[in-house]
């Protein structure tokens, strides 16, 4: 039962990764995250949807396997130059799980695995791409008469979703309704993990083109950054959800926090504002509260 893709996204230093897994089985993907978030070098495990998302320290460390209450898990991810070494670990089905079901996700380059299943005890070694955090945030793509924001945003990502520049997530995010809004004034964050530069600059390319081929406003925003948290917009993203932000305000800001405008009419403060909602969706539309940092170190 392969999984659907697992991809990691590493921060600049190489110091931090998210293993983001694509499942085909969601009760087993469950199982793995209770599991799994009981290992070392775990921060933080959350599921969206049936992906699987681990943020957590790069390293090796030592896994105390025991059965039922902690029977898998992720012992290392080792990132070397533009390629990440994942190797899990699991017993029984947990064993099958870090072996045969990972080994032949889409995505994965090469891998070492060992028997599995019974009562075994399994290890998985798989390589994957090294990949960087692209955000794209859009807003104002409709008007009082057609469109929606966040099904043209879906629809282009999935046309532009590749090997290269594989699409992530997309959240939708509730802003303060001023009176510009065409109805429930939200924006949209889509999520990309990009391979190289090459990959990211076509994937920026083809998106802006089809945003202005099928938007329905001439107020569209559209903005980009390649940052594995985007955390220095947090203020700003906090602000636009509780009072009316200028336009200005936000131009300076994208110019603070090195994000690319590559349209900017005045969705571009919405476009802003969403960039450090990726991943979080259930959050994401929930009027007014507050964005919270990251985690570093084990709870």
Not at 9 to 23: G, L, V
Not at 49 to 71: C, D, H, W
Not at 282 to 293: F, N, Q, T, V, Y
């Amino acid at each position: 039962m392969p999984y659907r893709g697992i991809y990691a996204i590493c921060d600049a230093e190489n110091r931090y990764a998210e293993i983001i897994e694509h499942s085909n089985c969601y009760s087993g993907a469950a199982w793995s995250l209770y599991h799994y978030a009981k290992a070392p070098l775990i921060l933080k495990a959350r599921s969206t949807g049936n992906m699987i998302r681990y943020f957590m320290k790069t390293g090796t460390s030592k896994l105390e396997l025991k059965p039922s209450v902690a029977a898998a898990g992720i012992e290392s991810v080792i990132v070397q130059g533009d390629e990440v070494e994942i190797t899990y670990a699991g017993l029984g089905g947990g064993g099958v799980g870090a072996t045969r079901c990972r080994a032949f996700a889409d995505g994965v380059l090469r891998y070492r695995i060992s028997e599995s299943g019974g009562e075994k005890c399994a290890r998985g070694t798989i390589i994957v791409p090294r990949r960087d955090r692209v955000l794209i945030g859009i807003d104002d793509t409709d008007s009082k008469d057609v469109g929606a924001t966040w099904t043209l945003t879906h629809n282009i990502a999935k046309e532009l979703d590749c090997q290269e520049a594989v699409y992530l997530s997309h959240a939708l995010v509730q802003l303060f309704p001023v009176p510009e809004k065409t109805q429930n004034c939200m924006s949209t964050v889509l999520e990309f993990g990009c391979v190289d530069q090459k990959a990211k600059a076509r994937l920026i390319d083809s998106f802006k083109k089809a945003l202005k081929k099928y938007t329905a406003s001439g107020q569209t925003g559209m903005v980009v950054l390649s940052d594995f948290y985007a955390k220095g917009l947090y203020g700003f993203s906090n602000r636009t959800r509780t009072e009316r932000v200028s336009k200005a305000d936000a131009l300076q800001c994208a110019e603070e926090n090195s994000v690319e405008v590559l349209l900017n009419g005045n969705g571009v403060i919405g476009a802003l504002a969403s960039l450090p909602w990726f991943g979080r969706p259930e959050e994401s539309i929930i009027p007014g509260i507050e964005i919270k940092p990251l985690i570093m170190e084990k709870i």
